[in-house]
T-cell receptor, first 114, second 112 residues
Framework: DTEVTQTPKHLVMGMTNKKSLKCEQH?????MYWYKQKAKKPPELMFVYSYEKLSINESVPSRFSPECPNSSLLNLHLHALQPEDSALYLC?????????????FGQGTRLTVV | GESVGLHLPTLSVQEGDNSIINCAYSNSASDYFIWYKQESGKGPQFIID?????DKRQGQRVTVLLNKTVKHLSLQIAATQPGDSAVYFCARPLGGYNKLIFGAGTRLAVHP
């Protein structure tokens, strides 16, 4: 199993809503990541978790709240988002944090904030 | 600073031709590079990687060349097929946390 599974695939939410994005992997990877990708742009890192602890927060606004409940799951809680937060949110995982370990990406959640 | 950039935003090729996608980098400390393919509506998919102690690496129909003198790498796809149509990103990890920095991306369009 080399899959990173993200749910939902699509999400439309209002600016006052609270929603969560979910990511799951069963490859035994101990590093998990959230990336944000705007249309026609490359992915940009948001958060890195290593062994279920937050290692990097790339100055992401607090309306995005990550959570790693266990080594297989990664959540991104969303609250009071803005229309400019509409993007493809990608989850990735890797065996560790060494720079030459392959990162596996999920299919992403396409988020639209209205 | 740390950056990975691409020369061309769009590349159109005929089916069966070879494709070459280029990427430049600015930091000579780069020691590991990765090419990703992203099809419409999907996440990036690993294609091939190369370390700085290598000049060339081959995979199935793909070859990556690394020229450290001019800080340039390229992805060559042989006998390009319609299924190769996608956006291709070069990327490299930065720092100690496997943080990937992606180039701007090149869209490859394969025409019959």
């Amino acid at each position: 199993d080399t899959e990173v599974t993200q749910t939902p695939k699509h999400l439309v939410m209002g600016m006052t809503n609270k929603k969560s994005l979910k990511c799951e992997q069963h490859m035994g990877h101990r590093a998990m990541y959230w990336y944000k990708q705007k249309a026609k742009k490359p992915p940009e890192l948001m958060f890195v978790y290593s062994y279920e602890k937050l290692s990097i927060n790339e100055s992401v606004p607090s309306r995005f709240s990550p959570e790693c409940p266990n080594s297989s799951l990664l959540n991104l809680h969303l609250h009071a988002l803005q229309p400019e937060d509409s993007a493809l949110y990608l989850c990735a995982s890797s065996q560790g944090l060494a720079q030459d370990t392959e990162a596996f990406f999920g299919q992403g959640t396409r988020l639209t904030v209205v | 600073g740390e950056s990975v950039g691409l020369h061309l935003p769009t590349l159109s090729v005929q089916e069966g031709d070879n494709s070459i996608i280029n990427c430049a980098y600015s930091n000579s400390a780069s020691d590991y590079f990765i090419w990703y393919k992203q099809e419409s509506g999907k996440g990036p998919q690993f294609i091939i990687d190369i370390r700085s102690n290598m000049d060339k690496r081959q995979g199935q129909r793909v070859t990556v060349l690394l020229n450290k003198t001019v800080k340039h790498l390229s992805l060559q796809i042989a006998a390009t097929q319609p299924g190769d149509s996608a956006v291709y990103f070069c990327a490299r990890p930065l720092g100690g946390y496997n943080k990937l920095i992606f180039g701007a991306g090149t869209r490859l369009a394969v025409h019959p």
